[in-house]
């Protein structure tokens, strides 16, 4: 199966859950008028308690594509975002739920100046970074309870590049 990604909007990206990013006017100025605040992006979910926030750093190997999957995690007590730490684009893969599995999966390329928050339960492929050194600032669920799910697909899915342009 290929898959073709497809550029991140927050329309297209709104099943799965929020775009973080500075666009449009800012909803208030704040810092003596230096500083544009772009207030309250995502709606972040840490689950039961004990469960509470956490600010972790990840690191993960650069990939290219076109770029083959076959695993789909999920985290069913909370909310995960990932900022990335460099203003390079990164590789999105999601899927709908269907009846506890994944369904079919889509995928999207940030700007380079975008993050992501995915909903509680949102299926997703893992941190796949399209250039070195591939931080990111994760924030997440911090609990004692098994809050990941891990799906191999029956066949691997391969995310061709986004179309080019027609002139």
């Known amino acids: 199966m290929q898959i073709r990604a497809e550029p991140l909007t927050a329309a297209a990206f709104a099943p799965f859950g929020e ?6 006017p800012p909803d208030k100025i704040i810092n003596a008028g230096l500083c544009g605040r772009f207030h309250d992006r995502a709606t972040l979910d840490f689950g039961p ?13 650069p990939r290219a594509l076109p770029y083959t999957f076959e695993l789909l995690e ?10 990335p730490m460099t203003a390079d684009p990164f590789l999105i893969i999601v899927a709908p739920d269907a009846g506890g599995r994944p369904g079919a999966p889509r995928a999207f390329l940030t700007s380079g ?13 893992v941190l796949t970074p399209l250039a070195a ?19 191999v697909l029956p066949a691997p899915v391969t995310v061709l590049p986004e ?4 002139p």
């Open 19 to 24: 775009v973080l990013e500075a666009a449009g």
């Open 49 to 61: 308690a004990p469960g509470r926030a956490g600010i972790s750093v990840f690191q993960a190997v």
């Open 74 to 83: 999920r985290h069913p007590e909370g909310s995960q975002a990932f900022l």
């Open 113 to 125: 100046a975008q993050g992501i928050n995915f909903r509680r339960g949102t299926w997703h492929g």
């Open 133 to 151: 050194p591939g931080l990111f600032a994760v924030v997440d669920r911090i609990g004692p309870s098994a809050n990941l799910e891990e799906v």
């Open 163 to 166: 179309e080019p342009a027609t």
